[in-house]
Nanobody
Framework: QVQLVESGGGLVQAGGSLRLSCAAS????????RGWFRQAPGKEREFVAA????????DYADSVKGRFTISRDNAKNTVYLQMNSLKPEDTAVYYC????????????????WGQGTQVTVSS
């Protein structure tokens, strides 16, 4: 049974930083791409960032480029999202996801999802 558990969300002032973590359990996931998505109230879920199995390739939404960094520790089956220079428009529930398709980085089609962690940025 695959399980993804996010942590690290919270309330932060604009300009601040947060680091999200997503621990995976159930099997070894070092061969698979991982991603972060977010969903703000009243909006569709959107892609934030993705990282390849090795960690050498990454992709970001234009809205977070230069501010967010995705990374992973395969020994811990964990992926991270370092979020700096946070803005009120970054407020959302953040979800991590796992892609089992071995197709490289993708913005869609992920197979497993975490339960989400709330990030709230005050102005």
């Amino acid at each position: 049974q695959v399980q993804l558990v996010e942590s690290g969300g919270g309330l932060v002032q604009a300009g601040g930083s947060l680091r999200l973590s997503c621990a995976a359990s159930g099997r070894t996931f070092s061969s698979y791409a991982r991603g972060w998505f977010r969903q703000a109230p009243g909006k569709e879920r959107e892609f934030v960032a993705a990282i390849s199995s090795s960690g050498r390739s990454t992709d970001y939404a234009d809205s977070v480029k230069g501010r967010f960094t995705i990374s992973r520790d395969n020994a811990k089956n964990t992926v991270y999202l370092q979020m700096n220079s946070l803005k009120p428009e970054d407020t959302a529930v953040y979800y991590c996801a796992l892609d089992l398709r071995l197709l490289g980085l993708s913005k869609t089609g992920y197979d497993y999802w975490g339960q989400g962690t709330q990030v709230t940025v005050s102005s």
